[in-house]
T-cell receptor
């Protein structure tokens, strides 16, 4: 079975632009979470979606938004990009919302904002 | 205050030796989970081991074991018989709250420890 997949792998944007990142969870997983990992730091939680509903949101501005589709794939959108948005964006899927709910991470999308 | 503290930015260990990576945590919840992830240079976070706050025994997974000291709020990762392929960043993470609460499975990560295994 395929693991969590993310696209694109790398992306270069300029300040003020908009970006859309995509994630496909492991087959059968209904929960998708997004994390931002700035260079030299641990990942920070952005969003969690379960059954197409937002179930959790981290301390990120409204420029960040996400959605989950009926096939449980997800998009992360970032508007009005800032230099500080340059980071590795990780998607994680899990079978359930709660419980042990081990989260399986994808390879990430590396975003560079110039 | 930092919820997860990893005080070792970098560690070196010789092949076949054991190494301990430190992690302390801060929470007022009685129910929580502690995780360790490995992140190679490729960027993917690889799950290694999990310890629940109510688990009485330390978790073990192959060459990985977790030295859980609840009173000290520490959850150190022990890697036995280190291999060259163990060279990577290692992150300690915590999930707070009752695991059946239906709240988001948010993980809070530390800043990581870079482990280098040498010949």
């Amino acid at each position: 079975d395929a693991g969590v997949t993310q696209s694109p792998t790398h992306l270069i944007k300029t300040r003020g632009q908009h970006v859309t990142l995509r994630c496909s969870p492991i087959s059968g997983h209904k929960s998708v979470s997004w994390y931002q990992q700035v260079l030299g730091q641990g990942p920070q939680f952005i969003f969690q979606y379960y059954e197409k509903e937002e179930r959790g949101r981290g301390n990120f501005p409204d420029r960040f938004s996400a959605r989950q589709f009926p096939n449980y794939s997800s998009e992360l959108n970032v508007n009005a990009l800032l230099l500080g948005d340059s980071a590795l964006y990780l998607c994680a899927s899990s079978l359930v919302l709660a419980g042990f709910g081990e989260q399986f991470f994808g390879p990430g999308t590396r975003l560079t904002v110039l | 205050a930092q919820k997860i503290t990893q005080t070792q930015p970098g560690m070196f260990v010789q092949e076949k030796e054991a190494v301990t990576l430190d992690c302390t945590y801060d929470t007022s919840d009685q129910s929580y989970g502690l995780f360790w992830y490995k992140q190679p240079s490729s960027g993917e976070m690889i799950f290694l081991i999990y310890q629940g706050s109510y688990d009485e025994q330390n978790a073990t997974e192959g060459r990985y074991s977790l030295n859980f000291q609840k009173a000290r709020k520490s959850a150190n990762l022990v890697i036995s018989a280190s291999q060259l392929g163990d060279s990577a960043m290692y992150f300690c993470a915590m999930r707070e709250g009752r695991l059946s609460s239906g709240t988001a499975s948010k993980l809070t990560f530390g800043t990581g420890t870079r482990l280098q295994v040498t010949l």
